[in-house]
């Protein structure tokens, strides 16, 4: 074959490797090899044979596969005749020494194979025998990771112990196989858990083995795996924790059979993952712990805090000490995390759980029950006064700024109280609804509980019912509130507000009823009606005075852009309000819930001509980018700012007046109540405002006529090119 | 997916009746062509096999019905071609049938397609068909089949996997006149394409093979270093193109992609070398300049030791008296009934005008018994070892 020759042989081998390693199992590898063989050797028959039987054959049908003689022509291999092939050259090598297995080479006719044939095929077997190897490995790991799944699924240990007993047989392919335990009581003897191979009175004297006797008890005391002298035995430690606390016995019944590096590593491999199921009991305490914790604050969950209020409570009970319950809810969080994005929520949430442990006992329990909403239990409380110290004391310590992602943020919380009630669902309920008081009376503060709020809880469910029917009933009426020039105190325009004529309750005011028609999604009909109803009011007024209407906008309403620039378009059209003459106000809250939504929504109400205002500006958390980006016309600064200004403080208003400046918008001042707090904007640099010091809202007809007894109007604010 | 169709032996006795008849037809209607080609061929009673080789010019189905309306329920295998063949010489356009007839004779065909399944499978499937030929001393598979379906080697070691060593593979790919689009084969009334037809005969009297390309070795061969399938990137470790040409000392003109190089490799296959025999023939189909490698008809295993060939019509010619020899050695004395040649359609272009010549070869050889063959994309003949896909080769089936 010339210079080639070596070189043939070479990249003959190389090209073996490369196909017997693509098969996806060992006997589809045996057949390919067995071709792969055949073509290269040009031999029209080829057989593998491997502990006693032939793996793999090429030549003959498969239902003709002449094993008996293959086999005697294997172990003796001869030149003479071949069932189907007539007189031929045989050449036969060894695949794996201790296995006992051939490759079976026949040539038809009675060219020799020669001596670079012979190596190769040596080659070959190695080259076989290896991938064979690394599919006993593959089939192995597969093994191991179907027993690491049964762990993790929480199989039964038991299920556990035998799938590792069978595949140590399978794997190392040996007749019995053991798995004994060390008795938690009597550790002088191991109890069998799991066997494969054992007859039945196998089974039953090795049901409880003295330790002291044996492979398995020789295994534990050593802690390695240990060779029996004597038989063909090999035995590894189980271990819990790192404790050998059994172990794993493999026996052969085959005369001769002795145990490779790598059948020790397997059984090895099999020893572990038993030790893993059984330090799964550890893990089965790890997952309580994250069954009963939040996994943000890592704080005891609903749950635990449940558990630990059941047992506080039947302590109470008997030895007759007090303990309260804390509700707490951070303000205003929704805004926070709309503003300022999720990773910062959950940021500060966890600082407020810091906070709130370092704020109490040790011994009292600081639970999250998701949201920003917290539990605290207080346990061997004097009365409800050292209750409401903690409160303070909880609201004091999150009262300082909190850093979330470099930037200072300023938070409250508003906590409900609430004593034992005599089961752990009710006095958490009864915190909650202090909770909930405690907010409405504003926001940093603490309420606990009365009977009464229970009262207050059935209203509003009667109210929501009631608000169910309000437009069909007509109980709705519009309030219209000046909003004047401050120099002058002229009238500009109004803003329009709803008000609730309730048949038995009276006047409604919008705080109570608003929040809950967002909630139950009357807000759309509602504002629908808010809007068609100022227009048409105010469009009336025009031949008065040229005014502005401004009416706020919910959130709800905002969400649904295009139902809103539809109504607002009917509600122009049906008017005929010139579209300028329409402020649409929507609070800062309501813009930055979905900022790329809001800015297509806003564009689609400004192509329709109206005005916008950002409504209570200075309370949410918008950048200056995300304000750049909306396309506004003026902001209202919200009361809370004014009334910093009536004690001295301008820093925040003066901000608002530069920025609107700065921003080419027209600011208008909310809540304003004094003349020093007139006086004090114009000198800032606002113009506009509204309030008690000019007029509180009024029916329409009352405004109509103050519009006619008033003098000649100032023209309309415009805002500059 | 394959069916079967069988027609059996009388009870064996020394020496049955056998006869072997062709028929041809160039008739422009395909019906007519399939009917005159089918009467040529019908020597005798008792048909047991009809092959038919055509031109894909014809309406198929036409000249199907033609062939069938005399041969009856005879089973049927065939194929398009890119020429057919007899000792009147090579034609085109025309329709060669073939018929085996007679009580020593026994037959059994299955079709099977390739997709969904693999090549190898429907190579095993088709094989079945040696199980309608059991008990007969002298048997042999023949298939036809699309060579435009992939590695043929494949189809190979899938009929070797179910005939074993026992039984020879003979055959040949189907052409469609070097159109290299579609290539149908024919079994029974059917016209399939993407499949592959296979006949198990069982004689009474020896079937000889012979393989031959008459290609010589050229210079030292080299060791296919690297290979993907049909594409040999290097060659003793250097680029595939670069060590063709230089071991063949290619002038300048063939060194650029061009006419010139297109029929340089085809008077240069590459050839597998081969314990027993003649090298194997690898056709040259391309090659990719850019990467300096060898684009094959057929995939060239990687560690394989490879020839350079170079031929002549002499040498071609020369093969076909070889290959002829070596088919009717293996009948002995006797003078065979006739000879079916599959003749790879490379050589064909080769010999161009002097194609005649080979099928005067032929003729002779055959001693006046009938030839039929065809024009092929591809030969099959497993006669020894595995391999049995070949190209630029002649195959002759020798019926004795």
């Known amino acids: ?190 109890v069998l858990m799991a066997s494969v191979g054992l007859d039945p009175v ?344 040229p005014l502005r209407l401004a ?17 607002v378009a009917a509600a122009l059209e049906a008017s005929g309000l010139p579209p300028e003459r329409l402020v649409l106000e929507i609070t800062e809250t309501a813009l930055m819930r979905d900022v790329t939504e809001t800015i297509a929504c806003l564009r689609s109400l400004k192509e329709l001509g109206v005005l916008l205002a950002v409504d209570d500006f200075g309370t949410g958390y918008s950048s200056l980018d995300r304000l750049r980006r909306f396309p506004i016309d003026m902001l209202k600064i919200d009361k809370a700012f004014i009334d910093d200004l009536g004690a001295g403080d301008a820093t925040l208003s003066q901000a608002i007046i530069d920025l609107g400046a700065s921003f080419d918008l027209q600011v208008v001042a909310e809540g304003v109540e004094h003349e020093l707090q007139r006086q004090r904007l114009l000198e800032l640099g606002c113009s506009y405002g509204q309030g008690y010091h000019f007029s509180r809202p009024m029916p329409a007809g009352e405004l109509r006529a103050l519009l006619e007894a008033s003098p000649a109007p100032l023209p309309l604010p415009r805002r500059a090119a | 997916m394959g069916d079967q169709s069988s027609a059996t032996a009388d009870p064996p006795a020394a020496r049955q009746a056998r006869w072997l008849g062709v028929g041809r037809s160039d008739h422009p209607d395909a019906r007519s062509a399939g009917l005159h080609a089918a009467d040529g061929a019908l020597r005798g009673d008792d048909a047991k096999l009809v092959v038919v080789f055509c031109s894909d010019a014809y309406d198929l189905y036409e000249l199907l019905a033609g062939v069938r309306e005399r041969t009856g329920d005879v089973p049927l295998i065939g194929c398009s071609t890119a020429g057919e063949l007899t000792t009147g010489g090579p034609g085109e356009r025309s329709i060669v049938v073939t018929v085996l007839g007679g009580a020593g004779f026994t037959v059994s065909t299955r079709a099977a397609v390739t997709a969904p399944y693999s090549l190898r499978e429907a190579g095993a499937n088709v094989a079945r068909a040696v199980h309608g030929v059991a008990g007969c001393e002298h048997r042999v598979l023949m298939l036809l089949s699309d060579g435009l379906a992939g590695d043929q080697q494949e189809l190979v070691r899938g009929a070797y996997g179910v005939v074993g060593a026992q039984i020879p593979l003979v055959g040949g790919c189907a052409g469609d006149d070097l159109k290299l689009v579609r290539t149908f084969q024919l079994h029974d009334d059917r016209i399939l394409s993407g499949a592959v037809v296979a006949a198990a005969i069982g004689s009474d009297a020896p079937l000889g093979i012979g393989v031959r390309h008459g290609w010589r070795r050229s210079g030292e061969p080299a060791v296919v270093t690297s290979s993907s399938r049909d594409r040999v990137l290097t060659l003793d470790h250097q680029p595939a193109l670069d060590v063709y040409l230089d071991r063949l000392g290619a002038p300048p003109e063939a060194r650029v992609p061009g006419p010139a190089f297109r029929q340089f490799t085809l008077m240069h296959p590459l050839g597998l070398a081969r314990r027993r025999g003649e090298a194997q023939v690898r056709g040259i189909a391309g090659a990719d300049f850019a990467t300096r490698s060898l684009i094959c008809i057929a995939p060239v295993p990687q560690g394989a030791l490879t020839w350079f060939m170079d031929g002549d019509d002499a040498s071609v010619l020369e093969a076909t008296d070889a290959a002829c020899s070596d088919a009717l050695e293996a009948l002995g004395d006797q003078p065979p009934l006739g000879m079916i040649a599959f003749d790879c359609s490379a050589r064909r272009g080769i010999l161009g005008s002097a194609i005649q010549a080979e099928t005067d070869r032929l003729a002779q050889n055959a001693g006046g018994a009938p030839v039929a063959g065809f024009y092929t994309y591809g030969e099959i003949a497993r006669t020894h070892g595995l391999s049995g896909f070949h190209n630029q080769t002649l195959v002759i089936l020798a019926v004795g």
């Open chain 1, 1 to 190: 074959m010339g210079g080639g020759a070596e070189s043939w042989s070479t990249q003959q081998l190389t090209e073996f490797l490369a196909l017997v390693s693509s098969y996806g199992n060992a006997a589809s590898a045996l057949r390919g090899a067995a071709e792969r063989a055949a073509e290269v050797l040009e031999a029209e028959v080829v057989a593998i044979t491997r502990g006693g039987i032939v793996s793999a054959a090429i030549g003959y049908p498969d239902d003709a596969v002449p094993v008996g003689e293959l086999m005697r022509l294997a172990g003796a291999p001869q030149t003479g005749r071949l069932t189907g092939l007539g007189p031929c050259r045989v050449l036969v090598v060894e695949l794996e020494a201790d296995e006992g297995g051939h490759v079976l080479v026949a040539r038809a006719g009675d060219e020799e194979f020669t001596r670079e044939e012979h190596d190769l095929l040596r080659g070959m077997a190695r080259v076989l025998v290896m991938t064979l190897r690394m599919f006993h490995r593959q089939q192995l790991l597969e093994r191991l990771s179907s027993l690491q799944r049964m762990i993790v699924r929480r199989a039964e240990p038991r299920d556990v112990l035998h799938a590792v007993v069978t595949g140590a047989a399978e794997l190392i392919g040996d007749d019995v196989v053991t798995l004994h335990l060390l008795d938690p009581v009597d550790h002088r003897a191991a």
């Open chain 1, 551 to 567: 009416v706020n906008i919910s959130a709800v309403q905002l969400q649904a852009a295009e139902t809103l620039a539809e109504d």
């Open chain 1, 202 to 545: 196998g089974k039953a004297d090795t049901e409880r083995t003295p330790v002291d006797e044996g492979l398995g008890g020789r295994a534990i005391a050593a802690d390695r795996l240990v060779l029996s002298d004597k038989h063909a035995a090999m035995a590894a430690p189980v271990r819990e924790e790192g404790r050998a606390v059994g172990s794993i016995v493999v026996a052969s019944r085959r005369p001769g059979r002795r145990y490779s590096a790598d059948d020790q590593e397997v059984l090895l491999a099999f020893a572990e993952h038993a030790s893993l199921a059984l330090t799964d009991a550890r893990m089965v305490r790890t997952a309580l712990h994250q069954a009963f914790h939040d996994p943000l604050t890592d704080l005891p969950n609903r749950a635990l805090f449940v558990d630990r209020l059941e047992l506080g409570i039947s302590r109470v009970q008997r030895s007759k000490s007090k303990l309260a319950v804390l509700f707490l809810d951070v303000d205003r969080f929704k805004i926070i995390n709309d503003s300022l994005g999720h990773a910062a929520g959950d940021e500060l949430l966890r600082e407020v759980s810091r906070r709130l442990v370092a704020s109490i006992r040790p011994g009292d329990t600081a639970a999250r029950f998701g949201g920003d909403e917290f539990a605290i239990l207080l346990e061997d409380v004097e009365d409800q006064e050292a209750a409401e110290h903690v409160a303070l004391r909880i609201i004091g310590a999150l009262r300082a700024p909190l850093s979330i992602g470099g930037r200072d943020v300023f938070i409250s919380a508003s906590i409900g109280i609430a004593m034992d009630a005599g089961s752990a669902g009710d006095t958490i309920r009864d915190a909650d609804l202090a909770m909930y008081r405690a907010k409405s009376e504003g926001k940093g503060r603490h309420a606990v509980f009365e009977p009464s709020m229970h009262v207050a809880v059935v209203e509003r469910a009667d109210l929501e019912a009631d608000l169910q029917r309000v437009l069909e009933r007509s109980e709705l009426v519009l309030h219209f509130q000046p909003i004047v020039a401050l120099g002058n105190r002229g009238i500009i325009g109004a803003e329009a507000l709803v008000r609730w004529r309730h048949p038995t309750r009276g006047l409604v005011s919008p705080e109570a009823f608003i929040p809950l028609a967002e909630e139950t999604q009357v807000m759309t009909d509602l504002g629908r009606w808010i809007l068609t109803e100022a227009c048409r009011e105010v469009a009336s007024w025009q031949n008065l005075r």
